[in-house]
């Protein structure tokens, strides 16, 4: 069994080859106990955007309980078409990476990989492979934090969808930091949009749902929502 497993800075995610189900455990408790329950694991396909601490905790339990190591991706300046244009490629997010290695599989043509995670990031790649560059901008629940600090948990609000369509003056600290927020993934969203007319937009990430209702009705058709190309292009990086 070959299982990949993406391990972001809010959450860990992973999916066993041959089933579409992604299983989710936070990236805080994946020190402690990785929650897989599947079958006997032969490869274990890794993206790592979290600390050096949290990887080696976890290289550590699979060789443990499997007797394997694990296989880490890394960022390629040019691997399958993808022509990275960081000038010290060691510096780009390996998951921003495999997001672009998977849409360009998937797109054929020129696009912008966005992801609205625990970092909101955008990545323009040209029909030719070429990475233009892109964006990186704190995420929704970071947002949250930095004016919070420890309680923004606690104040988050699942919100559906289409209470974020109008963004309303806000009559209280709450409503207020709930706005300010959705006008600024707004404007992202909305940046990025008219950015690249023309280019589809591949959107990903726990806030992507949200962010595909703040775009604008004449982009919406250029977007694409996927689950979770990062895991898509482990398979690339790592045949
Ligand atoms: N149940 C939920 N309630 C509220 N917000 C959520 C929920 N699930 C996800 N989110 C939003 O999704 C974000 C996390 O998304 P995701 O799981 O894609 O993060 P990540 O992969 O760890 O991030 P990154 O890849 O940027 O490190 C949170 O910051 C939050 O804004
Ligand atoms: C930007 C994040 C945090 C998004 O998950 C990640 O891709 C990362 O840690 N990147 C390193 C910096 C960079 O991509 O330039």
């Known amino acids: ?47 790592c955007v979290a600390g050096a601490d949290v990887l080696q905790c976890f290289a550590a339990a699979v060789r443990e309980r499997w007797g394997i190591d694990i296989e880490l991706a890394r960022v390629q300046r040019n691997y399958a078409g993808l022509a990275v244009c960081y000038e010290d ?7 921003r990476w ?11 043509d020129e696009f912008v990989a966005v992801s609205a995670g625990s970092a909101l990031t955008a990545d323009w790649v040209a029909q030719d492979g070429q990475h233009l560059g ?25 919100r559906v969808p289409g209470e974020l369509l109008d963004i309303a003056l806000g009559q209280s600290t709450e409503t207020c930091v709930d ?9 992202f969203i909305n940046h990025v949009a008219s950015r690249c007319l023309g280019a589809r937009i591949i959107l990903a990430g726990g806030d992507a749902q949200a962010m595909l209702t703040m775009c604008a009705q004449e982009h919406k ?3 694409s929502l996927v689950s979770n190309p990062v895991l898509d292009g482990l398979a690339i990086a790592l045949p």
């Not at 079958?39 to 396909?45: L, N």
């Not at 290695?101 to 797109?107: E, R, W």
């Not at 706005?179 to 404007?187: D, I």
């Open 98 to 108: 495999l997001a672009m290695l998977a849409a360009f599989k998937s797109v054929g």
């Open 179 to 187: 706005g300010g927020v959705a006008v600024l993934l707004r404007g």
């Open 221 to 223: 058709f250029r977007v």
């Open 134 to 158: 892109g964006f990186i901008a704190p995420g929704r629940e970071r947002m949250l934090a930095s004016l919070y600090g420890d309680v923004a948990n606690v104040l988050l609000t699942p």
């Open 1 to 47: 069994m070959i299982v990949d497993v993406d391990i972001g800075n809010t959450n860990a995610k992973w999916r066993c080859q041959g089933d579409s189900r992604i299983y989710v455990q936070s990236t805080r408790s994946l020190p402690q106990a990785w929650q897989y329950s599947g079958a006997a694991i032969t490869r274990v396909r890794v993206a």
């Open 89 to 95: 490629v060691s510096r780009l997010g390996v998951d």
